[in-house]
């Protein structure tokens, strides 16, 4: 597998862009004179091409799963099976305290799980394991939970939690679930809806992106994956002033204090020749913090990465292990029935050996999540709250 390298870095071509809209600065590019343009231009400090296992398209798995599932054998379900048997008889309070330490595996299984974190990092950056269902290594949600914090700590070391302390996810469709008293005003968090999503790469989340499937859906919900790098060297050959506005800073509406607050950081990093995508749309809905050509340049990005994208094949006990800061993900819409109902569990992680460098002064965009230790944290066996508690809060998704 070969690790990332950058090709042809040079300044860009010195075309002249359209004068912008009249957001406030810091939001949108700075458009200079053709005699300014290299020196200040901010996408001129980016790479021309990005050149990486990481850079595919559309056909670029010609044998399908095969090129991306590892398959795991009816021996090594066992194992998980044994340790989880072997975690549960420890007793312990809490079993967000799962690791590599007390959830012990053979050393041949220990390192295939290795090797799958440094596919997911220097590789094509996504992997599905295979071969957990339920019925052949669990007996019980509670299981299924442990063999998912087991497995998933062999391919990052540290895991993160949400403002709650909430360190697990379940992404189901919740609309028919009572709104606690008092909380009339609140909208569930678009994960736990069955409308589609674009593609993005979770906010202010983790590295790596673990998504367990419990139970699929009775209709739709298929899964899509695009390459980041791929659109980014296609935005930046044929739509260069849409990614000149994606390099710069953008606004990101939030919170402080109980007052609007908006935040300033790029949709697409660079550092050490390695670009990484942060990006989320639900945060926008109901502001018009956006312009039109900000719009626009989310829309490209959109037409292009459906244009590179894959269709994910999703089976029930499925764990997919996806790059979150160098792919993008979608969903479309699905369908319940009795007994057929979409669910997942979703994991954040960081593999302290494989991570990738952080960009240089966004500390709070990459690692306000991971501050909770595990003593501290709160695995949920059920989606109890999901108005409230075991909600996504302000983690960054859809």
């Not at 458009?31 to 296992?53: G, I, W």
């Not at 974190?117 to 957990?132: A, C, K, M, Q, T």
Request: one cysteine or more.
């Amino acid at each position: 597998m070969s690790s990332a390298k950058v090709l042809n870095f040079g300044p860009p071509k010195t075309v002249v862009p359209d004068k912008p809209g009249d957001l406030p600065s810091p939001a949108l590019a700075k458009f200079l004179p053709v005699d300014d343009f290299s020196k200040d231009d901010k996408l001129a400090e980016y790479p021309h091409t990005l050149s990486s296992d990481l850079c595919w398209g559309s056909n670029s798995f010609p044998r399908g799963p095969k090129d991306y599932v590892v398959q795991l054998t009816p021996e090594e379900v066992r194992h998980v099976s044994e340790a989880i048997t072997a975690f549960k008889a420890l007793n312990l309070e809490n079993i967000a305290l799962v690791s590599r330490e007390n959830f012990r595996l053979p050393s041949p299984l220990a390192k295939k799980l290795r090797d799958i974190s440094d596919e997911v990092h220097n590789g094509r950056g996504f992997v599905v394991i295979r071969g957990l269902k339920a019925k052949q290594c669990t007996c019980s949600d509670e299981d299924g939970v442990i063999a998912f914090l087991g497995v998933m700590s062999y391919i990052g070391d540290v895991r993160c939690a949400n403002s709650n302390g909430m360190a697990m996810d379940h992404l189901r469709d919740a609309i028919r679930d009572e709104k606690p008293k008092g909380r009339e005003h609140v909208e569930l968090h678009p994960s736990k809806m069955m409308a589609p999503l674009k593609f993005h790469a979770d906010r202010k989340f983790a590295d790596i992106l673990a998504l367990f499937v419990k139970s699929k859906a009775a209709s739709g919900g298929k899964q899509y994956l695009s390459s980041a790098w791929t659109v980014y060297n296609k935005m930046r050959e044929s739509y260069p002033e849409d990614l000149r506005i994606l390099v710069n800073e953008f606004p990101w509406p939030g919170v402080k204090d109980d007052q609007p607050h908006t935040t300033y950081s790029p949709v697409f990093f660079y550092k050490d020749g390695r670009i990484i995508c942060q990006l989320v749309y639900r945060i926008f809905e109901g502001t018009n913090i956006l312009n039109s050509r900000q719009w626009h340049a989310l829309d490209v990005l959109e037409e292009v990465a459906n244009g590179v994208a894959i269709e994910l094949d999703v089976r029930e006990g499925d764990i997919q292990v996806i790059n979150n800061l160098g792919l993008l993900h979608a969903r479309r819409g699905w369908i319940d029935r009795p007994g057929k109902e979409r669910y997942y569990y979703r994991l954040g992680l960081r593999d302290t050996e494989h991570g990738w460098p952080r960009p240089d002064n966004y500390e709070t965009v990459f690692d306000d999540r991971y501050g909770v230790v595990p003593e501290d944290q709160i695995i949920p066996i059920t989606d109890f709250d999901p108005y409230g508690l075991t909600s996504l809060d302000d983690s960054g998704h859809g």
